[in-house]
């Protein structure tokens, strides 16, 4: 699959989702949901498997909770159409917000007026800057580089070199990741050199320095791709092209470790395509991030300490995080039914 089809396959699913929302989720729907507080969701993007294996669990999620959510917005990636999204939950009467920035610094402004409406933010995956929010949802992101660190720093016994298609630089996610992996590359390797692609989590931008880095480097010997959802195909159809997708174990094969934990990167490890991924809980992400919202619009509080679901909730500067388990898989445990991947259609 081209990234054009990838991208036309991810849009033409998030119609569907959306005008799922649409009739399951509006607000003609409210007296089903016992009188409880509007809900205003908006989805960060609609270009990656990630992100519409998320949507459909917030479908999901808000009609098991029986939750009262208003028309579901889609902001593509573009921070003034989010702004622009929330102003209309404001004005049709949500109680809580639920989104997920990709520019973690630009929505500090929204963030205050919110708060000053006394209306509670919950951030998906993204951790804003500056802003007060109820709850952040997300997984170490930390963690996230430095296991993808240590499991190719190990593939190439510390020796070589890794290209690391980076997020945007802009979002937290893309920082602490980057900055994770380059310390623990620096402290545990030194002997791998780490050349940095910034992509700003487009896959066609991540394809084209790909391809250069490749024919500069025809000695690389990893890959480190943030996201897999934007990067995975791209990245498998370049290197198909180049006659370099080598199974695991055969000789000139390239080690790729992921982050997302999608059926597509499950069924690479299984493939022999990419070595490892570690698994970012969407289905987690959803079911929270409308838990705490549903308690936000309901005046409940929560402190920092570990919760029933096995994570633990951390005080920032600007709220609380709870922090959700993200684990590496590999082929040894890539058939686990628990991860979430494994449990929704590729």
Known sequence: MNVRTSRIAASAAAVVILAGFATACGRGEASDSGGKPAIGIDLPRADSDFWNSYAQSVKQDASAQGLNTLPVSNSQNDVTK?????QVFENTGAKAVVMAPQDTGAIASTLDRLAKKKIPVISVDTRPDKGDVYMVVRADNRAYGTKACEFLGAQLGGKGKVAEL???LSSINGRDRSEAFADCMKTKFPGIRVIELATDWKGDVASAKLQSTLAANPDLGGI??????????PTLAL????????????????????????PQEFDAIRKGQ???????????????????????ASGKTFKAGPTDHGSTIVQLPNGLEDQLPAPLVTKDNVDDKALWGNNVSG
């Open 224 to 233: 480190y791709m943030q996201a897999g959802g934007v990067f995975l195909q």
């Open 166 to 168: 980076q997020g945007a």
């Open 82 to 86: 989010l702004v622009a999204n929330v």
């Open 274 to 296: 990419i070595d490892a991924t570690v698994s970012q809980p969407a289905d987690l992400y959803a079911k929270y991030a409308l838990f705490y919202a549903d308690a936000a």
């Open 239 to 262: 290197l198909e092209q180049k006659g370099l997708l080598k199974p695991v174990g055969e000789a000139g094969h390239i080690a790729i470790v992921s982050n997302d934990g999608i």
